[in-house]
């Protein structure tokens, strides 16, 4: 019963840094989704994708690339890493962008 | 981008109480959603409401659909410690309206506090 997992939980990173974040889903979800979460904000639609090889941006897309190979896995990258990016981020799917959004349990990011 | 004005920012309450927080927006919504989100977790989906005037109950918790399409509640009876969270509210706009991809707009969350 593993639903949306995500990799790593935590992360520093020093400016100019790359990596991955990881998200994974089991549930054959068509949807999927990243979002990030700041102190004091609600959760921000960084990029999406509607299905296997089709992504597209968000509200705060800049800094961020996403890629979906497959269905199961929808990992973000971050390609030089900025401070403004220290922020929590979720991963989250849904059968369709009109059905109910699954989160996991997020990834803590610092970039010093 | 949409804004959903969520309020109040915060409660501090005591247990057995029952809390109410709203959402407002200036936009018109075709669904609703309110997530409980705890320490180190993502949220998680309370309840979904799809039709205006809609109001769903979930144990002690009950949402509404406000009828002009701006607006939810949601309501907790008879409050107790482990309803301690944020709860955010999550509107998704008409496929027309524009702005954010999946038309999922989320508020800025309820600091829910519950003194013994």
């Known amino acids: 019963n593993a639903g949306v997992t995500q990799t790593p939980k935590f992360q520093v990173l020093k400016t100019g840094q790359s990596m991955t974040l990881q998200c994974a889903q089991d549930?054959?979800?068509?949807?999927m989704s990243w979002y990030r979460q700041d102190p004091g904000m609600g959760l921000r639609l960084i990029h999406y994708s509607v299905g296997a090889g089709i992504t597209d941006q968000g509200e705060v897309p800049n800094g961020y690339n996403v890629s979906r190979s497959t269905t199961e896995d929808f990992p973000l990258r971050l390609l030089s890493a900025a401070p403004s990016q220290t922020s929590v981020y979720f991963c989250?799917?849904?059968?369709?962008?009109?059905?109910?959004?699954?989160f996991g349990a997020g990834t803590r990011l610092s970039v010093l | 981008g949409q804004q959903l004005n969520q309020s109040p920012q915060s409660m501090f309450i005591q247990e057995g109480e029952d809390v109410s927080m709203n959402c407002t927006s200036s936009s018109i919504f075709n669904t609703w959603l309110w997530y409980k989100q705890e320490p180190g977790e993502g949220p998680v989906l309370l309840i979904a409401?799809?039709?205006?005037?809609e109001l769903t109950s979930n144990g002690r918790l009950t949402a509404q659909f406000g009828i002009t399409r701006k607006d939810s509640f949601l309501n907790i009876s008879a409050s107790i410690p482990s309803d301690v969270g944020i709860y955010f509210c999550a509107g998704r706009r008409l496929p027309d309206s524009g702005g954010g991809a999946d038309g999922l707009t989320f508020g800025k969350g309820t600091h829910l506090i519950i003194q013994p």
């Open positions: 989250a799917s849904g059968q369709s962008a009109k059905n109910i959004q699954y």
């Open positions: 549930m054959n979800h068509e949807y």
């Open positions: 409401l799809y039709k205006a005037g």
